[in-house]
């Protein structure tokens, strides 16, 4: 029989305080949710207020006040946290964006100029709320027919879905409510006003030979149909012309279709000189209220006069007024860190941010921008995750500058970005009538002294959004 032991063991282990969790959160922040996150703490702590005045209000320290480390402001003025001398008073820019209907509600009014009984128009509305972004109608009619008796109590069946799907099918854009990629094709084809011959053989190709066209078996093709190459390549550019998500072709939502980029770094380079700072320019800078300061003041200068009340808000203020300090040197430490992570970066990466040339990229990864600041490769990461830089030559995302390294028969490490613009420039030079495959991109980077395997080619081009050797053959 088992017997019940009681003992002690002494473990070592690390924990992060709340305070430590809540600067790795405001680090991980871009400048679009930060400001929504200094907006959010300014709502909830009243001791905090948003500083909206230029000039820097200087305060007395209080003598003789048991409270001093309280109400202590620090004295390092805020322009010392900015990268150059930009001054505060210069105007700020808000971009405003509008939102137009959206692609469900643009079908639905094309529907108010359509003869339907209040029957027709329920069915069609509820069969337009069921198409995806695309435009496509991928659910089951059986199960759409179950879901529209439970959802409106309205019985109807399979003929009169098919029925209404053909009303919707006729909106614009053409191809809206296919079931299939060759049904929004032949859509599409159906639309077109002027009947000609391209027209008619892509209308064959796609009703009779999709599976040969998908799989560009172009001379088997054309040995079937009994067609010229010619012939037979204005039909193809007939078909490439149409859109496989006609979804995407409704531009009424501008902010879906355009995202606004909001950069957390600004870069400019003059004169063979870099120029960073810190994007501050809807970020709000926060201070303490001085009213709670004088609040405490008071209530010290009291003494033991003071009531129990007055005792109690004392509390209360000292508490909120220490989460307000906590939180202005948290937001100054992230930019203190933000700016000595993106300096070591600049400095690492100091050639390509000359002109761009992504070929100029050297091999980087998070622990040498880690080595160089004494920061962790955590830290590092969170810095570097959904941040922006803006420069002369354009934004884009700090990840982009992350490669890992190759080497050539020479020793030299390169960037990865170096094979896949070779890859590119070999891609987009190649006969597109016998593209290169996987296996022949593999031979020339080898004989350019680069050593990688067919299964790193594949993995560059995909990354590179190219597709197989045999899906880029054209006539």
């Not at 007055?310 to 202005?328: C, G, N, P, Y």
Request: glycine fraction near 4%; proline fraction near 3%.
């Amino acid at each position: 029989m088992s017997t019940l032991n009681q003992r002690s063991i002494q473990k070592l282990m690390q924990k992060l305080s709340p305070q430590q969790i809540q600067m790795i959160k405001l680090l991980e922040l871009p400048a679009l949710q930060l400001e929504q996150r200094i907006k959010q703490e300014i709502e909830e702590n009243p001791v905090l207020d948003e500083n909206v005045e230029i000039k820097q209000e200087e305060e007395e320290e209080p003598k003789n006040v048991s409270v001093d480390e309280y109400i202590k402001e620090e004295e390092i003025p805020n322009y010392k946290y900015y990268a150059n001398n930009y001054s505060k008073d210069e105007s700020k820019t808000h971009i405003y964006m509008s939102n137009g209907l959206s692609f469900h509600e643009y079908l639905k009014e094309q529907l108010g100029y359509r003869l339907l009984n209040e029957k027709e128009r329920s069915i069609a509305e509820y069969v337009i709320g069921s198409l995806d972004d695309d435009g496509y109608l991928r659910r089951d009619i059986e199960f759409l027919i179950d879901d529209i008796a439970f959802s409106t109590g309205i019985e109807t069946d399979r003929e009169e879905i098919e029925n209404t799907l053909r009303i919707i099918q006729d909106l614009e854009p053409a191809g809206i409510g296919a079931r299939t990629l060759r049904e929004c094709l032949l859509l599409q084809l159906n639309a077109r006003t002027v009947i000609t011959r391209p027209l008619m053989l892509a209308k064959e190709i796609i009703t009779n030979y999709f599976d040969e066209f998908t799989k560009k078996h172009y001379e088997k093709l054309i040995s079937k149909l009994s067609v010229s190459i010619d012939d037979f390549r204005d039909a193809i550019e007939e078909i490439v012309r149409l859109s496989p998500r006609p979804g995407n072709l409704y531009t009424g939502d501008i902010t879906s279709i355009n995202p606004h980029i909001t950069p957390d770094f600004l870069l400019d380079y003059q004169n063979g000189e870099f120029d960073l700072i810190l994007n501050h320019s809807n970020v709000p800078e926060v201070k303490i209220n001085n009213k709670y300061v004088n609040l405490i003041r008071e209530m010290a200068a009291k003494g033991d006069k003071a009531s129990e009340s007055d005792k109690e808000a004392v509390q209360f203020v000292k508490h909120k007024i220490d989460s307000a300090k906590w939180f202005i040197s948290a937001i100054k430490q992230r930019h203190n860190t933000l700016l000595q992570t993106m300096k070591a970066i600049l400095e690492y990466q100091k050639e390509y941010f000359v002109d761009g040339d992504q070929t100029k990229l050297r091999p980087m990864i998070l622990k040498d921008i880690a080595d160089i600041t004494n920061l962790d490769v955590s830290t590092i990461s969170r810095v570097v995750n959904s941040k922006y830089i803006q420069t002369h030559f354009g934004i884009f995302s700090l990840k982009t500058l992350f490669s890992e390294a190759m080497q050539t028969e020479s020793g030299e490490e390169v960037s990865s970005y170096e094979i896949k613009k070779i890859l590119q420039d070999c891609i987009d030079n190649e006969n597109k009538m016998k593209p290169l495959t996987d296996e022949t991109l593999m031979e020339i980077l080898n004989d350019k002294g680069y050593h990688i395997a067919r299964r790193t080619v594949a993995k560059y081009r995909e990354m590179l959004g190219i597709p197989v050797a045999r899906l880029r053959k054209q006539i």
